[in-house]
């Protein structure tokens, strides 16, 4: 059985794929991201989707917006400690960050891959 297929990965880009990126945005992917498992093989499941869900709930604002004053909703689930497939550090709530909004953990995710 074949997957359904989905937008592209890249934000705003309407083709449709089975997984991943298309063929022009693949192109222009970072580097650190060219070889990497897809998320749902690295754990980003449904129910790790459950877990960040319910901890957002608990912690609904972007404490990276709120240090420069400004009250954002979080919508990205984030491990402050990269758990590098270490499932149990995955899984460790205590090691999560809910208050990332996309920019702000974009800047964090870039900032991790340069050290």
């Not at 063929?23 to 749902?40: C, F, G, I, L, M």
């Not at 957002?56 to 604002?61: F, G, Q, V, Y």
């Amino acid at each position: 059985m074949k997957k359904a297929l989905k937008p592209c990965n890249e934000p705003g880009c309407p083709s449709l794929m089975r997984e991943g990126y298309c063929e022009q945005h693949r192109r222009t992917k970072p580097a650190y991201d060219q070889y990497r498992e897809s998320a749902a093989k690295r754990g980003y499941n449904s129910k790790w989707r459950q877990a960040r869900a319910g901890y957002l709930s608990k912690h609904p604002l972007c404490a990276a917006c709120l240090m420069q004053g400004r009250r954002t909703p979080a919508t990205v689930g984030d491990h402050i400690v990269p758990h590098k497939g270490d499932v149990k550090l995955f899984w460790d709530s205590s090691k999560y960050s809910p208050y990332i909004v996309p920019p702000c953990h974009g800047r964090k995710t870039a900032k991790e891959v340069r050290e």
